[in-house]
């Protein structure tokens, strides 16, 4: 199981998650969603990418990796591989493609979703396009997106959060 920095779990993360061939946070496809990842699929499809094979470049769907969960890690080295090619093949042009700085969503989150499909893996998500509040209490979870990890009242809320913690479970005095 991989998770971002800004992923906290208050409790035990649930067991389909667990135990899922794979699982991510949730799908992204909306039209919120477009605008980030549109740019990069018209580039990709001008040029061909080895990936191009594994992904249906007309159709957005990717998966948010804030969590990633996989037991059955026979498409890792490929996704790594062609990650690597991406980035290799592309890197002279990244400065010139619209949303400079979001190519790490193309070879992360819209290829690992291209090669979950084409490869027919079972996926399991928290939410389907979106982990709202009641889901993320519910699982005990929260993902501190963009630029709600800056703002001081989300701050005190988590360090409040997790100092309520520290006293339930008897953590250590070096938890501040």
């Not at 963009?146 to 938890?175: C, H, M, N, P, W």
Request: glycine share 6%; net charge positive.
């Amino acid at each position: 199981m991989h998770q971002d920095f800004d992923v906290i779990w208050f409790k035990k993360p649930i067991p389909k998650i667990l135990n899922a061939q794979a699982a991510f946070q949730n799908k992204e496809s909306n039209t919120h969603c477009q605008g980030f990842y549109k740019p990069l699929m018209d580039d990709a499809k001008k040029k061909q990418y080895k990936l191009n094979k594994y992904c249906d470049l007309d159709v957005l769907g990717a998966y948010n990796c804030g969590i990633i969960v996989f037991n059955d890690l026979s498409i890792i080295e490929h996704w790594y591989e062609l990650a690597i090619d991406y980035i290799n093949t592309n890197a002279k042009w990244f400065n010139r493609i619209r949303n400079i700085g979001l190519q790490p969503i193309f070879f992360e989150q819209l290829l690992i979703y291209n090669l979950c499909e084409y490869y027919n893996f079972k996926v399991e998500m928290l939410g389907d396009e979106w982990v709202g509040e009641e889901k993320s209490v519910e699982y005990g979870y929260t993902h501190l997106i963009a630029q709600s990890k800056r703002k001081k009242r989300i701050e005190g809320l988590v360090g409040k959060k997790l100092k309520s913690l520290k006293t339930f479970y008897g953590l250590g005095a070096d938890l501040k």
